[in-house]
């Protein structure tokens, strides 16, 4: 059985140790780094962070108070463009997984599909401010921010959901057709909810960058301060990732303002990882209800 | 061809001058096979030799393959099927695949699932659907306490079985097996070929098979293909005993394939 010599084998046992080393250590390298941001994010931010904070407005130019607007005007953005984006993004996949014909047109799609989710944000930023606040008039706004999220948004969701859909076996596909089932039957009653976990992790992984980008938002209606909480899709918005980046770099009292700096970048985190914990809840739940894979 | 023995029983399902093509390759070259009604028909032959197809394009899933197209005519009671709608004839002629393929629902909606798509919903109706399909793949015993269990906790029989039974739930009348059997233990095997013994009596059974041994246990008639060309059909035991070219003999003989 075992025809090297036992030195051979030692050296074979020794180099995949040392292989696995190289694997391990990049892991444990992002780890660390991770780790300390959230720790040390979280140790200057938790004490700021008191139910005024989360439920009142700036004060004493912004030095004190809450940071209420900031949350609402990002939830209502992120809403907006998961709002546009979703049915859009979900859609678009289907198409492309199930119906397309394989053909050059249909590859060149998917390609520019995949282009699309790498083109920067700020590139995003300013086709908003050409298309939805200046060419459809909707000016600086809620709505136009949210367009524009959705947009930058649509290629992560097609890209992710036509995948988690091509992962489906052809068999379930297959077993419903041969009873007589419509294609659009299959899809819906065979392929869609097992396809639900995939898709539900790609609309999570475009959720927490919408909520998180500043540049898509910085010419489309973002406002460096306002007291009022949009009432309509047409007013300004505070939103967190901006007025992070105003506390820490173009505040005029840098260190008083610093504080609040940290307690909104760990507000963001909260949120994101609340939402997270919302869509892993979520996906287990369902995952065990239609487990398949055997 | 229609098989030596058999010119009074009626074709059920039949094809004339049948090609298949995939793009550019011909996978089933200019076959005329007659498949006798109530009875089984086996289909043998090497990987690769268009049993498959010939077998898939009788319910229409061959064209699940871009680039499929076929010529010549196949004819289900004398009318060519492509005069059917496609729905209405994947109902009439059913299909089992090589891999139980159950839906990851309760055994139940597994069965159920035909029926509603053909527009049965209500429940008592679906109940006995159930219940007589069940039955008739000998599972009802064993499954009636655990209808609500997903179908994926059964055993590869059991689930093989649950294909069978989800197909004769929409009350088909040919039934087109993909070897069935090749992902089954001995055992199940000659379980599943007990019921199909079973089922003939009302249903006219075409079986793809690359397990001879099958073939001539469960089939009455069989037809041997190679290279996309029906080399010869007979009845299983002329096949198996005096096969009139060398090329099945050969095959049978185990010296190829």
Redesign the interface.
């Known amino acids: 059985m075992n025809s090297l010599p036992a030195d051979r084998r030692r050296r074979k046992y020794f180099l995949s140790n040392v292989y696995f080393l190289f694997l391990a250590v990049p892991v444990i390298i992002f780890l660390v780094f991770v780790a300390y941001m959230v720790f040390y994010l979280f140790r200057n931010g938790i004490n700021v962070i008191s139910w005024e904070f989360i439920t009142r407005p700036p004060e004493r130019g912004m030095t004190a108070g809450g940071i209420l607007p900031c949350i609402v005007g990002t939830l209502y953005v992120t809403l907006v463009s998961l709002i546009f984006s979703i049915p859009i993004g979900v859609f678009a996949a289907i198409y492309l997984a199930e119906y397309a014909p394989n053909n050059l047109l249909t590859r060149m799609i998917r390609s520019a599909v995949r282009s699309l989710a790498g083109i920067p944000s700020i590139v995003y930023g300013l086709f908003g401010v050409a298309l939805f606040v200046r060419g459809v008039h909707l000016g600086l706004s809620v709505l136009a921010s949210g367009l524009t999220l959705g947009l930058m948004n649509l290629p992560w969701i097609i890209a992710t959901a036509e995948e988690a859909l091509s992962s489906i076996p052809g068999s379930f596909r297959e077993g419903a057709l041969a009873v007589g089932a419509t294609k659009w039957e299959a899809i819906r009653h065979n392929v869609l909810p097992f396809a639900f976990p995939g898709i539900l992790t790609g609309i999570l992984l475009a959720l927490a960058r919408t909520m998180g980008e500043t540049a898509p938002i910085l010419f489309t209606g973002v406002t460096y301060f306002t007291r009022e909480l949009p009432r309509s899709p047409l007013q300004k918005f505070m939103a967190l990732p901006y007025h992070l980046f105003a506390l820490a770099t173009q505040h005029d009292q840098l260190m008083k303002a610093r504080p609040i700096a940290f307690g909104t970048a760990a507000v963001l985190l909260i949120l994101v990882l609340m939402f997270d914990g919302v869509a892993f809840l979520l996906r287990m739940r369902i995952a065990t209800a239609n487990k398949w894979q055997v | 061809m229609s098989p030596e023995g058999s010119v009074n029983s009626p074709a059920k399902l039949a094809t004339k001058n049948l090609s298949v093509f995939y793009g550019s390759f011909q996978a089933v070259i200019d076959v005329g096979i007659e498949f006798p009604a109530c009875a089984i028909t086996a289909i043998i032959g090497p990987s690769g030799c268009g049993k498959s197809t010939l077998l898939r394009s009788l319910?229409r899933?061959n064209e699940?393959i871009?680039g499929a197209k076929i010529r010549g005519e196949i004819l289900l009671d004398g009318k060519n099927i492509y005069q059917l709608n496609v729905?209405?004839l994947?109902?009439r002629v059913?299909?089992?695949?090589q891999?139980p393929?159950?839906?990851?629902l309760s055994v139940f909606d597994n069965i159920a699932?035909?029926p509603r798509?053909?527009g049965i919903n209500r429940r008592q109706k679906l109940t006995e659907i159930v219940e007589r399909s069940l039955k008739a793949v000998r599972l009802w015993d064993e499954l009636k306490d655990r209808l609500d269990q997903?179908a994926?906790g059964l055993t590869d029989e059991q689930r093989q079985r649950l294909?069978i039974a989800?197909?004769l739930?929409?009350e088909p009348e040919v039934l087109l097996l993909d070897e069935p059997c090749s992902a089954l233990d001995p055992i199940a095997t000659l379980h599943i070929e007990d019921l199909l013994r079973q089922l003939k009596e009302k249903y006219t059974i075409v079986i793809v098979t690359h397990n001879m041994q099958q073939a001539a246990r469960v089939s009455d008639f069989t037809g041997f293909m190679l290279l996309g060309k029906l080399i010869e059909f007979g009845t299983t035991s002329q096949i198996f005993t005096r096969p009139q070219h060398p090329e099945t003999e050969n095959y049978i003989s185990g010296r190829f394939g």
């Open positions: 319910n899933m699940l871009e729905l209405e994947r109902k059913g299909m089992v695949f891999r393929n159950a839906f990851p699932y035909g798509v053909h997903n994926l294909c989800r197909m739930a929409v």
